[in-house]
């Protein structure tokens, strides 16, 4: 068996041409123009450039774009006001703090300054929460835009046994729980689980969130699984230069899977996608308005 590959790209490209239909709906039937913010503290490289694609992404799709860069020695007091700022800006829909923050700021207590409904990330305790008990709340990007791929490829997840390898709260946990709300029967594996071959091994549906390169191993897939991966690990070669690479050893589990995610062009290209979507649905719950199909 070879892998079909699940293009992230082209599946990205096809949700932001979606999400551009819906805003102008929603301009034209409803005067409602979507708008993200995002704060970036400090001059990390990859950072900004993260930031730059996500601007241009959100004035391609028609919506307003605000960016705030900071120093990274501004005080948490001034980051948390310009958050709260934010909060009460009637033209913004959607807020964004990039991360990693600098050592000195508490990053939860910026999370949790930022209102839970113009939370397009998914952090605040509150959207966590509501995930868990089956609200309706904001969803993180990166695992939503993994569900949408399962979900197109496979049709109806119900009763499939899913393993997501990682526990972080970003990706790890939120994943187990989109899954468990598929109806999957979902087991949450990470370092110190036991036997993780024989875990991974059963999976219909394996997500690799862990960050270490290449951990999941190709033979431990089921024939026949589909593998998500979420990892991007950058790793130096034989001759000196680097590549990336994901968690799990791509060549040797896509001869097993019956489809895969590659890295890079996998997972990566739809988390700006499903933050332009989540603006969306930010501004339509705010406004009252259905959110258009």
């Not at 028609?62 to 001034?78: K, P, Q, R, T």
């Not at 700021?105 to 605040?124: L, M, R, S, Y």
């Not at 431990?220 to 590549?243: C, L, P, Q, S, Y």
Request: aromatic residues 2%.
């Amino acid at each position: 068996m070879t892998a079909s590959i699940i293009d992230g790209k082209a599946f990205a490209a096809n949700l932001k041409e979606k999400v551009a239909q819906k805003v102008h709906i929603l301009k034209t039937e409803h005067g409602l123009t979507p708008g993200l913010a995002v704060v970036l503290v400090g001059e990390d490289p990859a950072s900004q450039v993260y930031v730059r694609n996500k601007n241009k992404s959100t004035v391609a799709a028609g919506m307003n774009s605000f960016e705030y860069l900071m120093n990274d020695d501004v005080s948490e007091e001034e980051l948390i006001k310009k958050v709260e700022e934010l909060n009460a800006d009637p033209a913004v829909h959607g807020i964004l703090v990039q991360l990693p923050l600098p050592k000195h700021i508490n990053e939860a207590a910026v999370i949790e300054t930022i209102a839970p409904q113009k939370d397009v990330d998914g952090f605040h305790v509150i959207n966590s929460g509501l995930l868990a008990t089956g609200g309706k709340g904001m969803v993180p990007c990166t695992p939503l835009g993994c569900i949408m791929m399962l979900k197109d490829r496979l049709g109806s997840l119900s009763g499939l046994d899913a393993v997501v390898v990682g526990r972080s709260n970003i990706v790890g946990k939120p994943m187990a729980q989109l899954l468990l709300n598929e109806s999957c029967t979902v087991t949450i594996a990470h370092s110190r689980t036991r036997n993780l071959p024989e875990v991974v091994g059963r999976a219909d549906i394996v997500v690799a969130a862990v960050g270490v390169p290449e951990l999941v191993k190709g033979a431990w897939i089921k024939e026949g699984a589909v593998v998500i991966d979420v990892g991007i690990n950058r790793i130096e070669k034989e001759d000196g230069k680097t590549k990336l690479v994901g968690d799990v050893e791509f060549d040797k589990a896509a001869k097993r899977a019956s489809a895969i995610t590659p890295v890079p062009g996998g997972v990566g290209p739809m988390t700006i996608a499903v933050l332009l979507q989540n603006t969306v649905t930010a501004a339509c719950r705010q406004m009252g308005i259905d959110e258009p199909v």
